[in-house]
């Protein structure tokens, strides 16, 4: 069984820093593209940014040069570091994967930038 779980989400004040962990269970993140994305309560989700199998990264305009994705294959567990952390970055964070098809979600972990 696939599964995402998101962690390391809470509160922090402007201009810190936070990494999330979506430790994955069930698949190995090593062969997988995995995203970052958040979203707000009435508002869309959105994409933070993406790795490939290969460990290639994306991200959104709105997070560039303040995130980083990184994996570590032997804990099986992608990351999400946010630096730099605004009061729009306040969302409830969740990873994905696209296996063969098929879309998997973790539960999400609350961040609150405020001071």
């Known amino acids: 069984q696939v599964q995402l779980e998101e962690s390391g989400g809470g509160l922090v004040q402007p201009g810190g820093s936070l990494t999330l962990s979506c430790a994955a269970s069930g698949i190995s993140v090593s062969g997988c593209a995995l995203g970052w994305y958040r979203q707000v309560p009435g508002k869309q989700r959105e994409l933070v940014g993406t790795i490939s199998s290969g460990d290639r990264t994306n991200y959104a305009d709105s997070v560039k040069g303040r995130a980083t994705i990184s994996r570590d294959n032997a804990k099986n567990t992608v990351y999400l570091q946010m630096n730099s952390l605004k009061p729009d970055d306040t969302a409830v964070y969740y990873c994905?994967?696209?296996?063969?098809?098929?879309?998997?979600w973790g539960q999400g972990t609350q961040v609150t930038v405020s001071s």
């Open positions: 994905n994967v696209n296996l063969f098809g098929r879309i998997y």
